[in-house]
Nanobody, 122 residues
Framework: VQLQASGGGLVQAGGSLRLTCAAS????????VAWFRQAPGKEREFVAAVSWSGGRTNYANSVRGRFTISRDNAKNTVYLQMNNLKPEDTAVYSCAARTGSYDQLATRYDYWGQGTLVTVSS
């Protein structure tokens, strides 16, 4: 499966953005999809994941209550709605997919899209 992330940009603290991960190739509904982010000088970290059906989600503590992950299998798309953004959310955000259950370890994901930059100004 091929993934393409989009929707990043520059936003002020407290603002919102919606990231989109568009998939093509194999049956998208077979895959768990997650978002990861990497800030300058820091390691990549898990942000959120959604099960193949969309019925289960998982979030990093740092974004829980502010970010919402969802998917539309009919459109082969996963979304990350980011509200109340903070400067510490500034990073390159990437989406990834794997079969099986969702996981917070990036090394367990087989397919990756290119990143999209999110910059939150204070």
């Amino acid at each position: 499966v091929q993934l393409q992330a989009s929707g990043g940009g520059l936003v002020q603290a407290g603002g919102s953005l919606r990231l989109t991960c568009a998939a093509s190739g194999r049956t998208f509904s077979n895959y768990v999809v997650a978002w990861f982010r990497q800030a300058p000088g820091k390691e990549r970290e898990f942000v959120a994941a959604v099960s193949w059906s969309g019925g289960r989600t998982n979030y990093a503590n740092s974004v829980r209550g502010r970010f919402t992950i969802s998917r539309d299998n009919a459109k082969n798309t996963v979304y990350l709605q980011m509200n109340n953004l903070k400067p510490e959310d500034t990073a390159v955000y990437s989406c990834a997919a794997r079969t099986g259950s969702y996981d917070q370890l990036a090394t367990r994901y087989d397919y990756w899209g290119q990143g999209t930059l999110v910059t939150v100004s204070s």
